[in-house]
T-cell receptor, first 112, second 110 residues
Framework: EPEVTQTPSHQVTQMGQEVILRCVPISNHLYFYWYRQILGQKVEFLVSFYNNEISEKSEIFDDQFSVERPDGSNFTLKIRSTKLEDSAMYFC??????????FGQGTRLTVV | DAKTTQPNSMESNEEEPVHLPCNHSTISGTDYIHWYRQLPSQGPEYVIHGLTSNVNNRMASLAIAEDRKSSTLILHRATLRDAAVYYCILGSGSARQLTFGSGTQLTVLP
């Protein structure tokens, strides 16, 4: 069964460093998303991406965040200068056109 | 997005049916009812969705009230693997973002 793949599973970075989280969505999907979940809290929407551009973003997704689909298969989330409060699980998701979204297993980002 | 209300937690015995309720009194006519679940240390997983009619799939059934102000996710025989947080989410049928609430933590007792 096709699945969304995220790497790495766990990343530790120092405050102020740049980090790139990587995702390989399901190959024929058209819509791509990043969500995050701070430990013990709700899953929060960050950004959606369609047709090579951002279609929606939340207030969390400020200028420190960017997304890219550089090669038609990978979908990346970059945080330019990490803060302690960026520590969370980051989930990538994709969907073709219908309702069902497929989520990856997540990347645990720890900022120290 | 319209708001949903779910119990914080529920318990069930293994191999018994589970009915997970969701209230959504402000649902709009175009809102679909989506259910996702999140197993421990995993990403959310799609369970089922519906608009007006009851729906069945291999994982669960979705019963939607006639006025659409509430719905119930039915797991016909709970297994230990069904222990998860279950989220009831309203949204359009198009590929928009999902707004997760706190969900219902389902505990399945052996």
């Amino acid at each position: 069964e096709p699945e969304v793949t995220q790497t790495p599973s766990h990343q530790v970075t120092q405050m102020g460093q740049e980090v790139i989280l990587r995702c390989v969505p399901i190959s024929n999907h058209l819509y791509f998303y990043w969500y995050r979940q701070i430990l013990g809290q709700k899953v929060e929407f960050l950004v959606s991406f369609y047709n090579n551009e951002i279609s929606e973003k939340s207030e969390i997704f400020d200028d420190q965040f960017s997304v890219e689909r550089p090669d038609g298969s990978n979908f990346t989330l970059k945080i330019r200068s990490t803060k302690l409060e960026d520590s969370a699980m980051y989930f990538c998701a994709s969907r073709i056109t219908g309702v069902e979204a497929f989520f990856g297993q997540g990347t645990r980002l720890t900022v120290v | 997005d319209a708001k949903t209300t779910q119990p914080n937690s529920m318990e069930s015995n293994e191999e018994e049916p589970v009915h997970l309720p969701c209230n959504h009194s402000t649902i709009s006519g175009t809102d679909y009812i989506h259910w996702y679940r999140q197993l421990p240390s995993q990403g959310p997983e799609y369970v089922i969705h519906g608009l007006t009619s009851n729906v069945n799939n291999r994982m669960a059934s979705l019963a939607i009230a006639e006025d659409r102000k509430s719905s119930t996710l039915i797991l016909h025989r709970a297994t230990l693997r069904d222990a998860a947080v279950y989220y009831c989410i309203l949204g359009s049928g198009s590929a928009r973002q999902l707004t997760f609430g706190s969900g219902t933590q389902l505990t399945v007792l052996p």
